[in-house]
């Protein structure tokens, strides 16, 4: 199971860090992505993390503002916001899949999201 936290509502430029915690086996052989979905939207990747930690992908419109990270050990999987803007707005998702990808038939398993509100 994963379970997605951390979310909030905060000003234009402010940051916020998402936390993913994993229960179960296989996180630590596992990539993380980070999906969000905007109001009246489909969902779309924000990140993703090879399951080392040694390889991050990320989306265009997050790419400099945002960082992924993960702890193994902790078998927890973060999302620091930095510089959020109204457009970061949406529920923030964390999936666990075999290989990196930005493709959402990637993921097999999903935590319920955490709302991210920023306001200008």
């Known amino acids: 199971q994963l379970q997605a936290s951390g979310g909030g509502s905060v000003q234009v430029g402010d940051s916020l860090r998402l936390t993913c915690a994993a229960s179960?086996?296989?996180?630590?052989?596992?990539?993380i992505a980070w999906f969000r979905q905007r109001p009246g939207e489909e969902d779309e990747i924000v990140s993703v993390?090879?399951?080392?930690?040694?390889?991050?992908f990320y989306a265009k419109s997050v790419k400099g503002r945002f960082t992924i990270s993960r702890d193994n050990d902790a078998n927890r999987a973060y999302l620091q916001m930095d510089s959020l803007q109204p457009n970061d707005t949406a529920i923030y998702f964390c999936?666990?899949?075999?290989?990196?990808?930005?493709?959402?038939?990637?993921?097999?398993?999903w935590g319920q999201g955490t709302q991210v509100t920023v306001s200008s």
């Open positions: 179960g086996r296989g996180f630590s052989n596992s990539a």
């Open positions: 993390i090879n399951f080392n930690g040694q390889n991050a």
């Open positions: 999936a666990q899949g075999g290989t990196p990808t930005f493709a959402r038939g990637g993921y097999e398993y």
